[in-house]
Nanobody, 125 residues
Framework: QVQLVESGGGLVQAGGSLRLSCAAS????????VGWFRRAPGKEREFVAA???????VYADSVKGRVTISRDNAKNTLYLQMISPKPEDTAVYYC???????????????????WGQGTQVTVSS
């Protein structure tokens, strides 16, 4: 297990950009599969983006083309970059990690055993 702490949330204007960070503890983080999920008000938590290895990525259709997931293993940090955010992107964003990538096409919550506490992102119109 690794411990995860998100940062970078806040209020952002629609059409702007934002970058979320997720700092991880643990010596094996570089080998972990990682992901981002979000929970909008009144909705279930949903998948946003995930990465296995150093370059294999998958994105939710709702954010594809606007979001980039990346990692810096030297810093034990995961990132989520979003351009042109929309009000419907308003949610609490969570980073997640797993020792192995258990999914075939797109991951779900059950594929991850370590979670951060979440960071609020509010997009104003």
């Amino acid at each position: 297990q690794v411990q995860l702490v998100e940062s970078g949330g806040g209020l952002v204007q629609a059409g702007g950009s934002l970058r979320l960070s997720c700092a991880a503890s643990g010596r094996s983080f570089s080998s972990y599969a990682v992901g981002w999920f979000r929970r909008a008000p009144g909705k279930e938590r949903e998948f946003v983006a995930a990465m296995r290895g150093v370059s294999t990525t998958v994105y939710a259709d709702s954010v594809k083309g606007r979001v980039t997931i990346s990692r810096d293993n030297a810093k034990n940090t995961l990132y989520l970059q979003m351009i042109s955010p929309k009000p419907e992107d308003t949610a609490v964003y969570y980073c997640a990690a797993s020792p192995r990538a258990g999914w075939l096409l797109k991951p779900s919550e059950v594929d991850f055993g370590s979670w951060g506490q979440g960071t609020q992102v509010t997009v104003s119109s």
